[in-house]
């Protein structure tokens, strides 16, 4: 009877649980620097692919209206705008080895939230870097017709990478912008990257690349 009881016996020892829980964190220390590598690549992925949708969406603004997104003025004209930043949670440092003004991401100049351009039709002088104003009821472009407004061009008003901080492009350097210099420079959809602080040139003029582990997409150059 006595063996019987033991055969049958509910539950686990003591001994068993602790062995089954050093088995389950052994698997846990080993898989888990893998799962976080991955997931690290997939926000690499996104802000990447990110970037070149936002290009495309600017190249596509600029096809159909024939202006690029630095307009401040009604009508719409001017080029006030420096920077078209895609939130208002814009990174502001810079880090390690970083290139010539690459603080002036994330401080230079007037910026305007790219919504403005790309979702809504409102690239004059009504909204603040917030957003604010941004959805009024007269709309600046045609709406039919040639240099009519088509957007939206993203999904999104606003939007971060997939660090939390906006992407932004340097308007100033498109053709007609308000850079006055002899120097190409190219026009780039940037994110600071995984560190959140900025290495990028702003205004360097020979090497012009993306750097560190900033991301970006050359939108055009001028």
């Given at each position: 009877?006595a063996?019987r009881?033991?055969?049958?016996?509910?539950?686990?020892?003591?001994?068993?649980?602790?062995?089954?829980?050093?088995?389950?964190?052994?698997?846990?220390?080993?898989?888990?620097?893998?799962?976080?590598?991955?997931l690290?690549?997939?926000?690499?992925?996104?802000?990447?692919?990110?970037?070149?949708?936002?290009?495309?969406?600017?190249?596509?603004?600029?096809?159909?209206?024939?202006?690029?997104?630095?307009?401040?003025?009604?009508?719409?004209?001017?080029?006030?705008?420096?920077r078209?930043v895609?939130?208002?949670?814009?990174?502001t440092?810079?880090?390690?080895?970083?290139?010539?003004?690459a603080?002036?991401?994330?401080?230079?100049?007037t910026?305007?939230?790219?919504?403005?351009?790309?979702?809504y039709?409102?690239?004059?002088?009504?909204?603040?870097?917030?957003g604010?104003?941004?959805?009024?009821?007269?709309?600046d472009?045609?709406k039919?017709g040639?240099?009519?407004?088509?957007?939206?061009?993203v999904?999104?008003?606003s939007?971060?990478?997939?660090?939390?901080?906006?992407?932004?492009t340097?308007?100033?350097?498109?053709p007609?912008?308000?850079?006055?210099?002899?120097?190409?420079?190219?026009?780039?959809?940037?994110?600071?990257g995984?560190?959140?602080?900025?290495?990028?040139?702003?205004?360097?003029?020979?090497?012009?690349?993306?750097?560190?582990?900033d991301?970006?997409?050359?939108?055009t150059?001028?």
């Amino acid at each position: 009877m006595a063996h019987r009881n033991r055969a049958n016996r509910d539950g686990f020892t003591l001994m068993e649980i602790v062995i089954a829980v050093a088995i389950v964190a052994v698997f846990a220390a080993a898989i888990s620097p893998m799962v976080f590598k991955h997931l690290e690549d997939a926000k690499l992925t996104r802000a990447q692919n990110e970037t070149e949708s936002l290009a495309t969406a600017v190249l596509s603004y600029y096809k159909d209206t024939g202006a690029w997104p630095y307009t401040s003025a009604n009508g719409p004209n001017g080029n006030g705008v420096t920077r078209a930043v895609s939130s208002a949670t814009v990174a502001t440092g810079t880090g390690a080895g970083a290139a010539a003004g690459a603080g002036n991401w994330g401080t230079f100049g007037t910026a305007k939230m790219l919504g403005d351009y790309l979702y809504y039709n409102n690239p004059d002088d009504d909204t603040s870097v917030t957003g604010a104003g941004a959805d009024q009821t007269g709309e600046d472009w045609a709406k039919t017709g040639h240099g009519s407004w088509r957007g939206p061009y993203v999904s999104a008003y606003s939007f971060n990478d997939p660090w939390g901080h906006a992407y932004v492009t340097n308007v100033r350097y498109c053709p007609g912008g308000t850079y006055a210099g002899t120097v190409r420079h190219k026009v780039f959809v940037l994110s600071p990257g995984p560190d959140g602080v900025w290495q990028t040139a702003y205004s360097d003029g020979v090497t012009e690349d993306v750097a560190g582990d900033d991301i970006g997409t050359v939108v055009t150059v001028r």
